[in-house]
């Protein structure tokens, strides 16, 4: 059920250059699941005005904590990370339909691929696939090795590869580089990344089961402003969906990259 | 006794906050989150004869205090609205508004005559002001003559009466307001939003995939107060004022200027309970006035 909850700061650390891991406490975390995200209000004045929707990279239930991880690249996200501890931060979610973690069977792998910003979702998916049984094979890409994050956590995850486009860490080039040399066996595979990200990765595996998680600027998050449609590759049945929504994942297919 | 009801034309409204059409979608999302049967009335998204796909993205964009849209009126279409959109909101106690648009004064009477029919749709709202779409709405609501001729048009064909939105992007709005009220209107809604463009700092290309994109938020409500004041003692007929309305006060301030009621637009999407929550704080701001009803205030500005 989507909530309007102040939320207390637990941390926030800078973790690479411009890169900032939030760890809030609230209510609205025991209905979270891995994909969705948050409409985060970071100021409590009009200016900034808009809220701005932020991924969800870890869930503890237990502690009714969540975390986050965002690129401070513009002054709403700019002002998130002077958020200190037991501040209130003004949160609306959970929104969104995320990742079907049951899409891999237990005992099957799956295959994790990531770009910059679009990584952290895929460590909570990763932690609930792990969960279930689901061995992960992590292919993370990024323009460049001050920018990289989590490569701790993912690597207790499963086996873990970092790709720069400067080549300053990993393989040099784009994930589909590395996925050529790697060739990995898989089950289904998940996306979360730049549009080019998700367009090379449907088409590298035409047979292959596979999810995209998809972003696009947002009015109001919940589906009524119909800012963030984009259009299906079905015109017939249904011709647009809502990022916010109807997604932000989506079955390889479904949107027209 | 309530201290916030009014009686507009067509309207028995239980409070004076209605969301903005465009800003709310057909009530279905924000359903989830209040019970609509506590506002005043709903405004719908724009309704036209086909559906319609709307513009590229990206369709919106930040700017100070406010934000820019080319949303380009998508919608379901005339049937769609009413079999399922309408049938949806019968399950509330709230009165609809429908936000009518077109590109011909064909489109603009068929959609009126139907949608008119339905038994929660309560009051038309003419949208000759969407910046966004290349035929239909703007140029409508720029000439008073064009203006004039087509409100006479759907008055002609509708069973409820008809609002009419103006558009801020013109030289004199009253004298469009004027001729509006010559063709038969029953009331006014004020404004729409301003033709705005952001460029992206790096490229210098505008963010907004149309180019330009229609201005709203806190930073037009200066604009729009004073087109309510110059509006309200131009004409007879009801104004309901919106633009960048986030809070009680700003609401007062509408109605001190001559609105009747308010809408409220881009706070929905940056509070998602504003309305209610404006609702709820109206009693105690008449308070700080010393007024008993909320009627009191309509035009003090005037006084």
Partial sequence: MIQSERMTVVRQAKIAHNIFELVLQGELVQDMTPGQFVHVKVSDTLEPLLRRPISIADVNKQDSQFTMIYRAEGRGTEVLSLAATGQKVD???????????????????????????????????????????????????????????????????GDTYYVTVDGTKGTKGFVTTLLDELKPE????????????L??????????????????????????????????????????????????????????? | MSRINLELPGLSLKNPIMPASGCFGFGREYAQLYDLSKLGAIMIKATTLETRAGNPTPRVAETAAGMLNAIG?????????????????????VPIIANVAGTEVSDYVEVARQISTAPNVKALELNISCPNVKCGGIQFGTDPATAQELTAAVKAVSSVPVYVKLSPNVTNVVDIAKAVEAGGADGITMINTLVGMR?????????????????????????????????????EIPIIGMGGITNAQDVIDFMSAGASAVAVGTANFVDHFVCPNIIDALPAKLDELGVSHISEIIGRSHR
């Fill in chain 1, 91 to 157: 949160v609306l979610g959970p929104l969104g339909h995320g990742f079907p973690v049951e899409a891999v069977p237990t005992g099957g792998t799956a295959l994790l691929v990531g770009g910059g910003i679009g990584v952290p979702p895929l460590h909570e998916l990763s932690k609930q696939l792990n969960a279930r049984g689901v061995r992960t094979i992590h292919v993370l890409g990024f323009q460049s090795e001050n920018v990289t994050f989590y490569e701790e956590e993912f690597s207790k995850l």
């Fill in chain 1, 186 to 197: 898989f089950d289904a595979f998940y996306c979360c990344g730049p549009l080019p990200m």
């Fill in chain 1, 199 to 257: 367009k090379a990765m449907e088409n590298a595996y035409p047979e292959k089961e596979g999810y995209l998680s998809f972003e696009e600027r947002m009015g109001c998050g919940i589906g009524a402003c119909f800012a963030c449609v984009c259009q299906t590759t079905d015109q017939v049945e249904k011709d647009y969906v809502k990022v916010c929504s109807d997604g932000p994942v989506f079955p390889k297919g479904v949107v027209q990259l």
């Fill in chain 2, 73 to 93: 009126l998508q919608n379901p279409g005339l049937e769609k609205v009413m079999n399922e959109e309408l049938k949806f909101l019968e399950g509330y106690d």
């Fill in chain 2, 199 to 235: 460029l992206h700092e790096k490229t210098g290309k505008p963010v907004i995939a149309n180019g330009t994109g229609g201005l709203s938020g806190p930073a037009v409500k200066p604009v729009a107060i004073r087109m309510v004041y110059d509006v309200y003692k131009a004409v």
